[in-house]
């Protein structure tokens, strides 16, 4: 799992709109969850992705 990315929508809470954004994929607690900037206002995005 070194380095994988995961690139589609994640819903940014500040500006209250699905972005499109590439962030790296990383495993917290059994779940997956991608981590990326927000292209419009750089607001940290977080998407969960489901279970490993």
Same mark, same amino acid.
């Not at 799992?1 to 209250?16: L, Q």
């Not at 954004?21 to 419009?40: D, F, I, Q, S, Y």
């Not at 940290?44 to 489901?50: A, K, T, V």
């Given at each position: 799992?070194?380095? &994988? #990315?995961?690139?589609? %929508?994640?819903?940014? @809470? =500040?500006?209250? &709109? =699905?972005?499109?954004? #590439? $962030? /790296? @994929? @990383? %495993? #917290?607690? !059994? +779940?997956?969850?991608?981590? $990326? =900037?927000?292209? @419009?206002? !750089?607001? /940290?995005?977080? +998407?969960?992705? !489901?279970?490993?």
């Amino acid at each position: 799992m070194a380095d &994988e #990315t995961y690139s589609g %929508e994640f819903y940014c @809470v =500040k500006c209250k &709109e =699905k972005r499109q954004a #590439t $962030g /790296n @994929v @990383v %495993e #917290t607690n !059994g +779940r997956r969850m991608a981590k $990326g =900037k927000c292209p @419009v206002c !750089g607001t /940290n995005l977080n +998407r969960i992705l !489901g279970k490993a």
